[in-house]
């Protein structure tokens, strides 16, 4: 498989604050995800993004392909930022993998107070 | 509009029970559907996938199964429930960006 590995672990800032979150990857990925859990456990999509750097308010990402890795930039936090944000990578079909089957790193849990 | 659906929300089961959980979406068709399981709020596990009606692939051995009977319907099923079956549940579908259901929340006591 593929190793995915997100950092820091754990993350807690003051409302306002910014933060980057960090994923690395192991191998060539035909598909990069970056995925927020809320408290409920629902997994929300926040962007599509296998090179490039994308934006979407408060949020933006950066993958660099040929370098395996990728960033989520939170800029101006707030509570309903925390939850835990996860990375998941899905390899090039000419490696045996099915569309779609993602693998994940472990997340950040991130903790924004008031 | 394309959405996943999927139930029951929770669960609580005794051990040695028997489960089925489902999921089924709307507004496409012949979509790949995945199964995937989170323990201890961390990382998602792959269980299986399915690329159309009637197939089944299992990422890893378990005390689990899956069914598609139908093109938009994924069903994950167990005959005898494990203490170590609890988790959280996600059902997914790629169009082909991945999205996924709300999840069930499976206790075995």
Redesign the interface.
Known sequence: GIQVEQSPPDLILQEGANSTLRCNFSDSVN?L?W?HQNP????I?LF?IPSGTKQNGRLSATTVATERYSLLYISSSQTTDSG?Y?C?V?LPADRGS?????Y????TQLTVWP | SQTIHQWPATLVQPVGSPLSLECTVEGTSNPNLYWYRQAAGRGLQLLFYSVGIGQISSEVPQNLSASRPQDRQFILSSKKLLLSDSGFYLCAWSRPIVGFGSGTRLTVV
Do not use: K, P
């Open positions: 598909n995800q995925f409920w456990g629902q997994l999509n599509y835990v996860f998941a899905e099915t569309l779609g089957r993602l994940f790193g472990r997340g």
